[in-house]
Structures are given as C-alpha cells and as structure tokens.
C-alpha cells in the first residue's frame, strides 16, 4: 500500500485522506479523521437505588448463630437492604441511572456509553450493560461490564473517564451495581452479615472553564488474592452440576481475616500514593469516601491518612457492603449531609476481591 492522495484540506473539521494501492484494478480506500480534543473529565449527576426490603441483624439473629452486638461491634452494621424475589441488579441499574439523567434533565437517548461494574450482571450473557441500555431506552448508547468486584465502581469511573477525557464520547453513564443477596449464603454466619445489594450511576461529562473534575487515580492488582475472596463455581473451571450445588459453590467463598489485613494495608497504601504525588495532604480533603466492607477498616485508613473522621463517609450501618454500589451510595449519603460541595477535594478508594485496589481523587463539581 502506498499513499496516492493525502490532501489535508480541513473538511467539516475532519482532515480526509485518501489511500490507494498502486495497482489502478484495487479500490480507494478513504479515510476521514475526526480531530480529537483532549478535555477533562468531571462528575456531573449522581442517583442511587436500594430495594424497600431491609434485612436487620435481628433477622439475621434467626437464621444464623449470630448477634446485633458482634456484627456492630466487628463491623458497623445494623441493616442491609436486600431484593425480592425477581428482581435482578438491571432493575436496581436502571433505576439509578434513570434517577442520575433525570437530576441532571438528560434523556436516556443522549447517553452515549453506559459501562456496568457488577459482579452479580443478571445472568454471564449479555452483559448488564445491553440489559440496562435497553430497559433505560439508551438507544444511542454501546457499553459493556466490567468485573472489579468491590472496587468496580473506581474502575469504571476511570474507563468512563478515558473516554471523555480523549474527546470520543461527552455523555458517558458510569454504574456500579450488585445483588450480592443472590450469591450469600445465609448459613455461613461471616459471609453474610456483611453483604447487602443497591446501586449508584454517575453520568460523567467534560469540565467546563475553570472546572477540574478527576484529577488522579492509582489502581491496582495482585491476584495471588484470589484465593482469599471468590464465588468458586459457575465459571469456565467448575460449570454449574448437581455436585457444586451440594457443595455450596455458587455462594461467595470468603477468609475474613485474610482480605482485613490486606485491605487495612492496601486502602492507605494506594490513598497515600495518589494524594502524595499529587501534593495533598490528607488535612486538605474535604471528604473521604471509602468503599464500605467494614468499619474498622474506613477508621485504620482515615486515620492513617490524618483525616477526621468527620470528613469520612460512612453509610455501613445502613447498607453493608453493597460491592460496586457502596462508593456512590457513600456519594449520595455526602450530598444529603450537605458534606461535599462543588469545588470540594474528594478522595475515593477501595479493596476488593482479585484482589483489587483503587484510589481516585477528584473535585466534586456540582
Ligand atoms: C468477616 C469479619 C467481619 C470477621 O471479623 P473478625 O474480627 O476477623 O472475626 P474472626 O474471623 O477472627 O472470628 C472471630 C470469632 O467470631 C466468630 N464469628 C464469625 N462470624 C460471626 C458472626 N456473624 N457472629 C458471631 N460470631 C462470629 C468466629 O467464628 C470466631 O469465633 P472463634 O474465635 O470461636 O473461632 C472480618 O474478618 C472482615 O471484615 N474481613 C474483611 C471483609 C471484607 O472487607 N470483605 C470484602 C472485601 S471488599
């Protein structure tokens, strides 16, 4: 191939190029180069969704060997909110993410990408994203899951923001969503105390003058932690057979003190990292929002971070861990406080199952 015909005249804003092999018998390939304006990236509405049912530690008292003091005192929690019967992590999506557009005045057509993280999508195919994209009428939209497990939401919001942020896409919906009532086993007393479904979508845009939207972000992996923390059975290695039902595989495998100690080192690690190399001290912070697996963990990071707890989002007692819902569920419990501003200094971070970890900071800007 060689290029016959480069002709760089502007053409609607696009340059066109026109390619074509030196044999006359070939066809004429043709180009045409969409220019690409880097911009940055900024939150721009949030809306969350738990189901009405509540499943308290009382409840939980008479289905395991278990007691309101213990679960409070170990981890935070008092109550989670669980789904009935039929209902799927899309019904418990779209419903966030049509509260999302509408705060913002949006119709579900003007979305242009719609990126899912889930690790409980509604069945392994299709993804989350085409059921949601269709239940929300998101006729404009492409999108796709990605798995992350608790710090899902942080990854997305990075993938989201990648796309904005090169000048592809101005609309795209960033979702964090899970049933985990639907992979729990309520005969295990340490798994499923802890656990509880919901979800939150962000619909990110690109900044307006003067605006600074996500800043940084630190992410990592180390999947020597996949032993700690799985959902053993249902996948390619061990597909659903009468044997992983009566082994309890399709339940969510957890070694509790395993996944503390990592996540305790790991928030703050990766918290530290971010705001160290962009120069802030956590005393400048306006608001921490962790992801919420357990309350003790949010109060060794905040207080390795030098942050008050004050200035640290906890919605745990409500909630419990709702996977990839907890950090913008945390989001809405700041903006009903009054706790996080346009303009505010925001840093975000998670652990999850993998295992994965994630630290964001960004300025809130609405
Ligand atoms: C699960 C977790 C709350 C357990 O708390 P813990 O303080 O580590 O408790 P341990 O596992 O050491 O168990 C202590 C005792 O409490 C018991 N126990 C466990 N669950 C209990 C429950 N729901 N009620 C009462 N007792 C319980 C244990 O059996 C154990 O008893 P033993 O000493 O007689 O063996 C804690 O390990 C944790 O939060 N881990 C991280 C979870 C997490 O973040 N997961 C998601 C990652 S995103």
């Given at each position: 191939m060689q290029c016959r015909e480069a002709?760089?005249?502007p053409c609607n804003g696009a340059i066109r190029f026109s390619l074509s092999d030196i044999s006359s018998e070939d066809p004429i390939l043709?180009?045409?180069?969409?220019?690409?304006h880097a911009v940055r990236a900024k939150i721009s509405a949030l809306g969350t969704y738990v189901p009405p049912r509540v499943l308290t530690n009382a409840d939980l008292e008479k289905m395991v060997e278990t007691n309101d003091a213990w679960i409070v005192e170990r981890t935070g929690i008092r109550e989670r909110h669980?789904?009935?019967?039929?209902?799927?992590?899309?019904?418990?999506?779209a419903e966030a993410a049509r509260r999302c557009l509408a705060s913002r005045g949006i119709q579900p057509t003007e979305v242009e990408a719609i990126i899912v993280a889930t690790v409980t999508p509604d069945m392994i195919f299709p993804s989350a994203a085409c059921v949601i994209q269709n239940k929300l009428g998101a006729t404009g939209a492409w999108g796709f899951d990605l798995s992350a497990a608790c710090s899902g939401f942080p990854y997305a919001l990075q993938v989201g923001a990648k796309l904005v942020e090169s000048g592809a896409h101005k609309k795209v919906l960033v979702i964090g969503a899970d049933v985990m009532s639907s992979i729990i086993d309520y005969?295990?007393?340490?798994?499923?105390?802890?656990?509880?479904?919901?979800?939150?979508?962000?619909?990110?845009?690109?900044?307006?003058?003067?605006?600074?939207?996500?800043?940084d972000f630190w992410h990592e992996i180390d999947g020597s932690g996949a032993v700690s923390l799985n959902m053993p059975a249902g996948g390619s290695l061990l597909p659903a057979s009468h044997e992983t039902v009566d082994k309890r595989q399709h339940f969510v495998y957890q070694d509790g003190q395993t996944v503390y100690k990592f996540a305790v080192r790991k928030m703050a690690?990766?918290?530290?990292?971010?705001l160290e190399r962009n120069g802030v001290a956590g005393t400048e912070l306006a608001c921490f929002i962790p992801?919420?697996?357990?309350?003790?963990?949010?109060?060794s990071t905040a207080h390795r971070l030098g942050m008050p707890m004050e200035r640290v989002i906890l919605n745990i007692d409500r909630y419990g861990n709702t996977t990839a819902g907890t950090i913008p569920l945390a989001m809405?419990?700041?903006?009903?406080?009054?706790r996080l501003k346009k303009g505010d200094l925001v840093l975000l971070a998670s652990v999850g199952?993998?295992?994965?970890?994630?630290?964001?900071?960004?300025?809130w800007e609405f």
């Open positions: 002709s760089p005249a043709s180009l045409t180069l969409k220019p690409r669980v789904v009935d019967k039929g209902i799927a992590t899309s019904d418990l999506a005969t295990d007393r340490s798994t499923c105390i802890l656990f509880g479904d919901g979800a939150g979508a962000v619909l990110l845009e690109p900044c307006e003058e003067g605006e600074t939207g996500l800043i690690e990766a918290a530290e990292r971010v992801h919420q697996a357990n309350k003790r963990i949010i109060e809405q419990t700041a903006r009903e406080e009054g199952a993998g295992f994965t970890v994630g630290a964001t900071l960004l300025r």
